[in-house]
C-alpha cells in the first residue's frame, strides 16, 4: 500500500515570508497533482506533474517534482493571506482515482 | 458553470436510519466519485464509477452503497449510518484529465 507523507503537518508564516512544503512517496508516482482546499470547499487542483524532475510555476508558486518521481516540494514565495488553506498532495492513479497524502494545513498571518 | 453539487451539506442523523447524500455534475463527464476526509487520514476514496451502471470499490467501501443510473448523478447510499462513519464527505467528477469536487457534506452520527 502507498505511504504520501507531508511535511509539516502545520505552518504558520507571517505575510511575506516564503516557505516550503514537501510530499514523499513510498512508491514512484503515477501522475502527482497538488490541490488547495480551503474552509468549507472541495480541494481545488493547482497543478499536475509527471516528468520526472519538471519544474512548474504557478504565479507565486513553484512545483518541482523529484527526478526519482517519489518526492515533490512546493514553494510560495511572498506568501499572502490568501494562500491559507489545507495543501493536499495526491496521486492520479487512474481517470477517476486519486490517492491523497495528509496534507500542509498553511495560515499566512496579515 | 461548471458545478458538482451535493446535499445535503450539513446533516446530523441516528445510528441506523437510512440516508442518501445526493451528487450531481453539470459537464457531462464519466468519471464520478466518492471521498471521505477524516482528521489525520485525508481523503480516501469510498467508490467510483467510469460510466452509467459501472462501479467499483474504492479503498473504503464498508458500510456505503452507490448507484449510477443516470449520467449526472451518482448518489451516496448509507443503509445503516454508525458513528464511525460520521465524517467529511466529497462528490467529484472527471473529464479522465481534471477532477472536480463538490462543496462538501457534513454527517454527523450520533
Known amino acids: 500500500t502507498q505511504l504520501l507523507e507531508q511535511s509539516p503537518q502545520f505552518l504558520s508564516i507571517q505575510e511575506g515570508e516564503n516557505l516550503t512544503v514537501y510530499c514523499n512517496s513510498s512508491?514512484?508516482?503515477?501522475?502527482l497533482q497538488w490541490y488547495r482546499q480551503e474552509p468549507g470547499e472541495g480541494p481545488v487542483l493547482l497543478v499536475t506533474v509527471v516528468t520526472g524532475g519538471e519544474v512548474k510555476k504557478l504565479k507565486r508558486l513553484t512545483f518541482q517534482f523529484g527526478d526519482a518521481r517519489k518526492d515533490s516540494s512546493l514553494h510560495v514565495t511572498a506568501a499572502q493571506p490568501g494562500d491559507t488553506g489545507l495543501y493536499l498532495c495526491?496521486?492520479?492513479?487512474?481517470?477517476?482515482?486519486?490517492?491523497f497524502g495528509t496534507g500542509t494545513r498553511l495560515t499566512v498571518i496579515p | 458553470e461548471a458545478q458538482v453539487t451535493q446535499n445535503p451539506r450539513y446533516l446530523i442523523t441516528v445510528t441506523g436510519k437510512k440516508l442518501t447524500v445526493t451528487c450531481s455534475q453539470n459537464m457531462n463527464h464519466e468519471y464520478m466519485s466518492w471521498y471521505r476526509q477524516d482528521p489525520g487520514l485525508g481523503l480516501r476514496q469510498i467508490y467510483y464509477?467510469?460510466?452509467?451502471?459501472?462501479?467499483d470499490k474504492g479503498d473504503v467501501p464498508e458500510g456505503y452503497k452507490v448507484s449510477r443510473k443516470e449520467k449526472r448523478n451518482f448518489p451516496l447510499i448509507l443503509e445503516s449510518p454508525s458513528p464511525n462513519q460520521t465524517s467529511l464527505y466529497f462528490c467529484?467528477?472527471?473529464?479522465?484529465?481534471?477532477?472536480?469536487f463538490g462543496e462538501g457534506s457534513w454527517l454527523t452520527v450520533v
Open positions: 464509477s467510469m460510466n452509467v451502471e459501472v462501479t
Open positions: 467529484a467528477s472527471s473529464n479522465g484529465d481534471t477532477i472536480y
Open positions: 495526491a496521486d492520479q492513479t487512474g481517470a477517476n482515482n486519486l490517492f
Open positions: 512508491s514512484v508516482f503515477s501522475s
